[in-house]
């Protein structure tokens, strides 16, 4: 076998390089050379050394030369004179920096050193950095200890309380609650848990409630009891509810009527908020909780095809509140717009930072999160001073709000969280019209609670487009290392690590997976570390430069999704044999779900999405769904992901009869949706939502929709009426009805 192998790569001897960069189909940047970015040259000229010579106990000498003109990238010239080896670099100074390259040259030297002291030594074990940079980029760039009080957030709530009880705490659209108030509540709510419910320190207590006032109350009450609280989405599939309730052993539900009869819970299991009666006066609960114990557990998805608990600690929050209040550049006594879902572990640092600062919540309906227009109105109402958002709700809102154009407004801070921070033109615009407002980008995964590490721009000076996600946080910790747990250099790349106050138990009855990503700290004895997945590099001035996964786990719309949770749940049709999901960059910058599929059975989208939509969220549901008679392989049996079709003209048919449009309102409605949803061939029997729409498209097609007709449609309207025939019904009755009071009011002018 290995003769043949030789024997047959001969044929190959010769293989042009131009043409095997022909047939990569490798994009060209005509600024730079056609064929090479790097040069290696070794030459072996049989000379002395005539440059230079060494001194007594010198081991080598490194000589600078003026600048020329770079033919590559990189050239490196290696020669041998006489007894020693002369290395000549030369690099373009428009892609690399001179310290990045004369770092290069310094740690290549460090690692022949370690294979000389240590010839037995495996390749990657080699630490290449000095003991300079190892202290700068291990302990330096971690210098985050602070002093913070030895108190959870439910004391800190408590002392705001006694400071401001008349401040107003909650609003929620035409109800308000002051700190006073929402005390008294969450009081007494936690007194019938304790009483009638037992709820202790080894309690786990579910919330289950729309955006509410009520929501707020059960979130602290159950926290007051020292119980661990557990949020779960009313939207959620019923299969994913039943699995939070079963694995995370809820020993209460607490929900409303219809919302735990809509899932199939039965009675027994719940506490209906509507009927506790939270009008009597009771104390504070005493404090139950450490520190350490658990708070709260928040799901998130799992590659394994069901959803993992992070399990939280009081520690985990103090901290960050903590470094709120005290160091993350934000005032206290804000106006704070409430934005992100409950079941969402930002919502609870939103919540918990504005409870603990004298500061005012400002819960966002369900319609208003989904029209940017009208949430636009919210803010500017309410004269709201922080916004905080996952990125790709930030950037949809600032583009659909046309956040540039907004002068009369009371913004101090703009918050991102969840995802890599871009910032778009209309938001870059806004800054510069806005030099008071300060843009914060907030990056961590949930097992370290969210916010890990942080940057703060502001608009006096350059705002970064895409911005770093900065350094830890007080009493955090961040290393970026290699695949041995090696530190890397300043500028290379690695995996980031997570340690310090902000770090989670593990997950809940995932014993296995808690070993495999929460190891030992080698810098640090006795302590842990999160293993993130995430990609990035150190800059020189101790800010982290986020690149992105090395795994299959990716982020949309703020929501962390493994790929195999939803591969998991296709295969569970008994229609599909394979299936693969991948995560594809579209025209507008935004990440679709591709889902491509093998079966003896023609599928379509309908049916497709609504099986998918009884076992996963909504935000999990690919956009494209794609069927093929076998998936790529690679070499070695594995699927090729490089290799699949690019889904553009070859998605499923949607299982509806193809209907051109009839009229003038249909036939822009039909060129807006395929705008939006980046498709050809749209009818209007067509769904939105089938043909790949979701909450964030569906904000762009109805400001589309209201800027061509001037109709006043909200998003509402689009999510229960979701194809072009029965849209165009609702927009022709507005413009009917528009034109209807005109004409009466002319009259009356002709009347009087």
Not at 185 to 194: G, T
Not at 630 to 645: A, F, R
Not at 736 to 743: A, G, H, P, V
Request: aromatic letters at 8%.
């Amino acid at each position: 076998r290995v003769k043949q192998n030789t024997l047959s790569a001969y044929s190959h001897q010769m293989y042009p390089f131009d043409r095997l960069v022909e047939e990569l189909d490798l994009v060209r940047d005509t600024s730079r050379s056609a064929i090479f970015d790097a040069m290696l040259v070794l030459q072996n000229n049989g000379g002395n050394v005539a440059d230079f010579e060494l001194q007594e106990g010198q081991t080598d000498q490194i000589l600078e030369y003026g600048s020329k003109t770079s033919k590559f990238d990189i050239l490196i010239s290696v020669e041998e004179q006489g007894d020693y080896l002369s290395f000549s670099l030369e690099y373009n100074s428009d892609v690399y920096e001179r310290e990045q390259m004369s770092g290069l040259l310094i740690h290549y030297k460090r690692y022949l050193w370690g294979l000389l002291s240590d010839s037995m030594a495996s390749l990657g074990r080699i630490n290449y950095l000095s003991s300079e940079e190892h202290q700068q980029v291990i302990f330096d760039f971690n210098q985050t200890e602070v002093a913070y009080a030895d108190k959870t957030v439910m004391e800190l709530f408590e002392e705001q309380v006694v400071k401001t009880p008349h401040q107003v705490a909650i609003v929620f659209e035409d109800k308000k609650l002051s700190y006073e108030d929402l005390n008294r509540e969450s009081n007494n709510l936690a007194h019938v848990l304790k009483e009638k419910y037992n709820a202790s320190v080894s309690i786990k207590i579910g919330v289950m409630l729309e955006r509410s006032l009520e929501s707020v109350i059960s979130m602290i009450g159950v926290m007051k009891t020292g119980a661990c609280y557990v949020p779960i989405d009313h939207e959620y599939p019923v299969e994913r509810v039943n699995y939070i309730m079963k694995d995370s052993n809820i020993a209460l539900l607490i929900s409303s009527e219809g919302l735990w009869q809509k899932h199939g819970i039965a009675e027994s299991e719940v506490l209906d908020i509507k009927k506790v009666d939270t009008s009597a006066e009771k104390n504070n609960p005493l404090r139950t909780n450490a520190l350490d114990d658990a708070s709260y557990v928040i799901y998130t998805s799992g590659s394994t095809g069901h959803p993992k608990g992070v399990l939280q600690t009081h520690r985990m929050m103090s901290n960050l509140i903590q470094w709120d209040i005290h160091h993350s550049g934000m005032t206290t006594g804000l106006k704070h717009l409430q934005y992100a879902s409950f079941s969402f572990d930002a919502s609870l640092h939103d919540l918990y930072f504005m409870l603990s600062s004298s500061g005012s919540a400002y819960l966002v309906n369900e319609s208003s999160r989904l029209d940017y227009l009208a949430l636009r109105e919210e803010i500017l109402k309410n004269e709201i001073e922080v916004i905080s958002m996952p990125f790709s709700a930030l950037n949809a809102f600032c583009l659909e709000a046309e956040i540039d154009e907004v002068s009369n407004h009371h913004i101090k801070y703009i918050v991102s969280t969840a995802e890599q921070l871009y910032v778009n033109e209309r938001l870059e615009k806004f800054l510069e019209n806005n030099p008071r407002v300060q843009l914060h980008n907030h990056y961590g995964p949930s097992e370290s609670h969210v916010v890990t590490s942080y940057t703060m721009s502001s608009s006096q000076g350059n705002v970064e487009r895409r911005s770093s996600i900065g350094k830890p946080i007080s009493n955090s910790s961040i290393y970026i290392l290699d695949g041995y747990k090696n530190s890397v250099p300043i500028g290379v790349e690695g995996e980031l690590y997570i340690g310090g106050a902000n770090l989670a138990l593990g997950y809940l009855n995932k014993e296995e997976l808690t070993r495999e990503r929460f190891v030992a700290n080698p810098f640090k004895l006795g302590e842990l570390l999160y293993k993130t997945g995430d990609q990035g590099y150190w800059r020189s001035d101790g800010n982290i430069e986020f690149i992105g996964r090395k795994d299959d786990q990716v982020k949309i719309r703020g929501y962390r999704i493994e790929l195999g949770e939803i591969e998991y749940a296709l295969l569970k049709s008994e229609q599909i044999e394979e299936a693969v999901v991948i995560a594809k960059n579209n025209s507008q910058g935004e990440k679709d779900l591709v889902a491509y599929i093998t079966g003896t059975t023609e599928q379509n989208i309908n049916d497709l999405r609504n099986y998918l939509k009884t076992i996963l969220p909504d935000y999990m549901l690919p956009v494209y769904y794609i069927q093929l008679e076998k998936l790529p392989l690679t070499s070695n049996g594995k699927i090729d992901k490089k290799s699949l079709p690019d889904p553009k003209g070859l998605g499923l048919i949607s299982g509806v009869e193809y209907v051109a449009p009839r009229n003038e309102i249909e036939e822009k409605l039909v060129k807006i949706w395929q705008e939006v949803l980046q498709r050809e061939h749209i009818g209007v029997r067509d769904d939105f939502f089938a043909m790949g729409g979701h909450s964030l498209k569906a904000t762009k097609v109805v400001a589309k929709i209201n800027h061509e007709f001037k109709s006043g449609i909200k998003i509402g309207n689009l999510f229960s009426t979701s194809t072009i025939e029965d849209l165009s019904s609702i927009i022709d009755f507005a413009i009917n009805q528009k034109n209807i009071k005109l004409e009466t009011n002319d009259l009356k002018e002709i009347k009087l």
